[in-house]
């Protein structure tokens, strides 16, 4: 009997051992997890700023103020290094009591209110450039850089990230001037003249024109370029695609179907005109693009 016993209760030991090993099967080594963080938004001074980050970091903002010129805290192009141009806007991230700094990671930006400066850049093909982001350092009384933006499609408003808040800075690096343009008598001259120079040149029966702006006087622009070419018996499309990233793909895919017309005309459309060029190219078409100083269509590519 000793002995039956002691065997069965070696059978049950290795039953339950090999249980518990089958229990983990296929699991491996159990490994702590860690919290996921948890991403929120925020929206201050009356929905002009939506910041958005981890719920821990956001939680340790206490509101933001948009800065006015003619503050003091407002800051100069001088006052910042890095050939700023202009000042586009200046914003203060207040922080609750007790808390002294909002660490890493960056805070996005998901919309910030640019206004009429975003415009200006967007109206002289500038929307695709990077807008540096300041942090002003009160112990050193200087200015460097806290993170980056870029103009959205609609170009009063911004997004993009910041390493850390604090009274911020958007800048421009780029001139924000207004281009000076010719009389709108002079314009209407210059625009018939480009066109009856394209149709010699490219002999086209079908032209898309495409203007990115609703400023004046693109949309003057765009009319008379159309009336020119359907009053010379060149069949002309036109359509708002505010940025030539937009064109690229509409060209490519139009391309790859048979469907490109025989020259493409921009006008007020923001970014780099030259990034078309391996599409026109690739698909035997020319370019123009408005020069908004001159008043004329200026041939880009071939």
Same mark, same amino acid.
């Given at each position: ?60 903002? !206490?509101? +933001?103020?948009?800065? @006015?010129? /003619?503050?003091?805290?407002? &800051?100069?192009?001088? =006052?910042?290094?890095?050939? *700023? ?83 911020? !800075?958007? +800048?421009?690096?780029? @001139?924000? /001037?207004?281009?000076?343009? &010719?009389?709108?008598? =002079?314009?209407?001259?210059? *625009? ?111």
């Amino acid at each position: 009997m000793k002995t039956s016993y002691g065997f069965t209760s070696v059978l049950v030991i290795a039953l339950l051992m090999a249980l518990a090993q089958c229990s983990c099967c296929g699991n491996g080594p159990a490994t702590p997890t860690s919290p996921t963080t948890k991403i929120t938004t925020r929206s201050f001074s009356g929905g002009n700023v939506t910041l958005k980050g981890d719920e821990e970091q956001l939680n340790k903002i !206490a509101d +933001v103020e948009l800065i @006015p010129e /003619g503050d003091a805290r407002y &800051p100069k192009p001088q =006052d910042i290094s890095g050939n *700023v141009t202009d000042i586009l806007r200046v914003f203060e991230i207040k922080l609750k009591p007790g808390v002294k700094s909002v660490a890493p990671p960056t805070i996005t930006i998901k919309d910030i209110h640019i206004g009429q400066k975003g415009v200006q850049l967007k109206n002289q093909g500038l929307a695709n450039r990077d807008l540096p982001i300041h942090r002003f350092e009160p112990s050193t009384k200087t200015w460097p850089q806290a993170g980056v933006a870029k103009l959205k499609t609609d170009p009063e408003w911004a997004d993009g990230e910041i390493w850390s808040a604090s009274l911020l !800075a958007i +800048v421009s690096t780029a @001139p924000v /001037g207004v281009p000076t343009q &010719p009389p709108l008598e =002079d314009l209407e001259a210059r *625009v018939y003249e480009s066109v009856k120079q394209i149709i010699a040149n490219e002999d086209p029966t079908t032209v898309f024109i495409v203007w990115g702006s609703e400023a004046s006087p693109y949309g003057e622009v765009t009319e008379l370029t159309r009336a020119s070419f359907e009053e010379q018996g060149v069949e002309a499309a036109q359509e708002f695609i505010p940025d030539v990233s937009i064109v690229r793909e509409r060209l490519a895919v139009a391309g790859d179907a048979g469907e490109l017309p025989d020259c493409i005309v921009l006008i007020g459309v923001s970014g780099n005109a030259d990034s078309l060029q391996d599409t026109i190219v690739e698909f035997k078409r020319s370019l123009y693009v408005y020069n908004e100083e001159s008043g004329y269509l200026e041939k880009r590519a071939p």
